[in-house]
């Protein structure tokens, strides 16, 4: 009797989570589908004046669901739409977060209007403003979550020179589904554009060289620090070493390679195309694979260095893909950036560094001392970058590969070049480090020369 009434117990259970659960799919994912709006991008200009910042947005229409505004059918009624515009504005001033040196801005004045799906006036900012204060076209016709609300704030500021911020707000339940592109014109200087969601909290229009510089130190450390693949390579490079000075010249050479490629990727000097992504991944991961294999047969720790900074220039342009889209974030600071990003790297290396060497010191006795912990180390690693690299290759083969132009080559042969100047100099310092390491001793004379010196 107890295990049928168990076995009962357990049905009626089941089909009471088989029930639950059908609700919650029927009655709740056609809402939410229908939540999602289909822009997703809100167009947004900041020009600064002399005693005024002005706000000039374009917002889609479909973002604005929580105002209501009076319809005719599918279409909205424009003359009856007064109260629902100004509410809409309000919600939008709310949403947008300005701030001069820490303080937020109040807008003293707002006007906005409705436009098509097809208006072009937000490509400039001078046209976009004259667009806004326009009045609506006789017989205009926006059919219901077709078109846009365009709106012009303006804030008095204290000095056009003064630290501003912005942060965005509006439709937080979407995250960083919904993004705000913001196109910046300071007083003096060049505009700039740069991309900005929810989630990205209070963000500098003309960060000082110091913030700059702080954001990318740390945007560094966290990109080698959650860089699986990169740990897996620098986990290679030191399996064979013991003491953290060994690792100096093998370190400093990874170092100035990706530094190469870095600089070089964010000057626009690497290769473009959907192909260039998954061939740098799948080099990456070829990278692992061959150091762990050299560990496995036995490696010339002398020349290790020359090795490090060749495949330095790869994971370099790794590097840049995650660097690639916040360097709109450096304003006209873009070297220091650059700099500050590499130092980020440099810093979580050397993290990696001194926990890594200490525990590798510890596992590296008993039974794994001695050559046998080495391979087995490498080995274990190996079979995961072999995995990633036949991936990757797979990805890498059906992405079509760009059609050969003189741009193209000319690229190449520079990167080659390079490439081929930094082997030769890698092996010109390697020389010469040999000779200096080379004990020289002077020559014995002959024995009977000797003898002679002896009797004179």
């Known amino acids: 009797m107890l295990?049928?009434?168990?076995?009962?117990?357990?049905?009626?259970?089941?089909?009471?989570?088989?029930?639950?659960?059908?609700?919650?799919?029927?009655?709740?994912?056609?809402?939410?589908?229908?939540?999602?709006?289909?822009?997703?991008?809100?167009?947004?200009?900041?020009?600064?004046?002399?005693?005024?910042?002005?706000?000039?947005?374009?917002?889609?229409?479909?973002?604005?669901?929580?105002?209501?505004?009076?319809?005719?059918?599918?279409?909205?009624?424009?003359?009856?739409?007064?109260?629902?515009?100004?509410?809409?504005?309000?919600?939008?001033?709310?949403?947008?977060?300005i701030r001069e040196n820490g303080v937020r801005l109040v807008s003293a004045s707002a006007m906005g209007r409705f436009d098509l799906p097809s208006d072009r006036s937000f490509e400039d900012y001078q046209q976009a403003l004259a667009h806004v204060g326009e009045p609506l076209e006789k017989n205009l016709a926006i059919y219901f979550d077709q078109g846009y609300l365009d709106a012009h704030f303006v804030y008095p500021i204290t000095s056009p020179n003064s630290i501003f911020t912005i942060q965005t707000t509006i439709a937080p339940e979407l995250k960083d589904l919904l993004k705000l592109t913001v196109r910046y014109q300071p007083l003096d200087g060049s505009s700039r554009a740069f991309m900005i969601t929810s989630q990205s909290g209070q963000v500098p229009l003309n960060p000082t060289w110091f913030q700059a510089s702080r954001g990318f130190v740390v945007l560094g450390v966290e990109h080698i620090l959650s860089g699986i693949d990169h740990l897996l390579f620098l986990l290679c490079l030191i399996i064979p070493f013991r003491k953290i000075r060994g690792l100096i010249p093998v370190i400093t050479a990874f170092t100035l390679g990706h530094s190469v490629t870095l600089l070089g990727s964010a000057f626009n000097l690497a290769p473009s195309g959907a192909w260039f992504p998954p061939f740098v991944e799948t080099a990456i991961a070829a990278s692992i694979v061959y150091m762990a294999f050299e560990n496995i047969v036995g490696a010339n720790l002398h020349h290790r260095w020359i090795i490090a900074g060749l495949f330095g220039l790869v994971h370099g342009f790794g590097f840049s893909y995650a660097l690639k889209d916040q360097l709109q974030f450096a304003g006209s600071h873009l070297l220091v950036s650059l700099f500050s990003f590499n130092v980020g790297i440099e810093l979580g290396q050397l993290a990696v560094l001194c926990v890594a060497v200490p525990v590798l010191g510890l596992i590296f006795r008993g039974a794994l001392a001695g050559r046998m912990g080495v391979i087995l180390l490498s080995a274990i690693v190996a079979h995961t970058a072999w995995h990633w690299m036949i991936d990757r290759w797979n990805v890498l083969w059906q992405t079509p590969w760009p059609q050969v132009t003189a741009e193209g080559i000319m690229i190449f042969a520079r990167w080659?070049?390079?490439?081929?100047?930094?082997?030769?100099?890698?092996?010109?310092?390697?020389?010469?480090?040999?000779?200096?390491?080379?004990?020289?001793?002077?020559?014995?004379?002959?024995?009977?020369?000797a003898e002679e010196l002896q009797k004179a």
């Open 3 to 97: 295990r049928l009434g168990l076995m009962r117990f357990a049905v009626l259970a089941f089909s009471a989570a088989l029930f639950f659960s059908f609700s919650a799919v029927l009655f709740t994912t056609p809402a939410n589908a229908h939540d999602i709006p289909l822009h997703t991008v809100v167009n947004a200009f900041v020009k600064m004046e002399a005693h005024e910042a002005h706000l000039v947005i374009r917002v889609p229409l479909d973002i604005l669901h929580a105002v209501h505004f009076p319809m005719k059918g599918q279409i909205y009624d424009l003359a009856a739409s007064g109260p629902g515009i100004d509410l809409a504005l309000r919600g939008i001033a709310q949403g947008i977060d």
């Open 416 to 449: 080659v070049v390079a490439a081929l100047l930094a082997i030769g100099l890698g092996r010109l310092i390697a020389g010469w480090i040999d000779r200096k390491r080379t004990p020289v001793f002077p020559q014995r004379p002959p024995r009977d020369v």
